[in-house]
C-alpha cells in the first residue's frame, strides 16, 4: 500500500473506531491507540505489526501519538511539503478542530519564509509577530496549537 492511501486510510480507520465502538470525543485529541497496518507502524516506528490489514495497536506509554492531531494525513495537510509551519498547523486546529478559524491575515503581510541561513529560527520569528501589535492578537491563539505539533515532519515522523 502506497503511505499516502495508508495515511487517509489510518484517519478513516480511527473515525470508524471511535464510532463503531462510541467511545469518548476526547480520543481524538489524545488516544492511547492507533489504527494502523505494517506500513503505517513502520512510518511512525512501531514495532511487531504485520499485515495490510488496518487494525487497533495500544500505543507506547511515552509514544507522542495519539489522537487526529499526530496521524499523519493531518501532519502533512497541514505542512507545506517541504517544512512544517507552526501558522498552518495552527490555523488548522482552530479552524477544523475548535470551530474558530482566524482571521485571514493582513494583506500587507507576506508568509513566513523559513531562515535558511540558519540566523533565527521559525519561533524567534513568530515571537516577532506576536510582539507586533498587528499581528499579535491571531498569532496568541495560533501558534500554540502549531508549535506543539511542531515534533513531527512534514509527513507525520517524529522530527
Known sequence: MLLKLGMVTETEAFFSELLAKNLPVTNLIHSDFAMVNNRMAEHYELPGIAGEQFRRVSLPKESPRG????????????ANGTVTSPVIRGAWVMKHLLGQPPAPPPASVGAIEPDTRGTTTIREQLAKHRDSESYASCHREIDPPGFALESFDVIGRVS
Do not use: D, F, P
Open 67 to 78: 489522537g487526529v492531531l499526530t496521524q499523519a494525513s493531518v501532519l502533512k495537510v497541514t
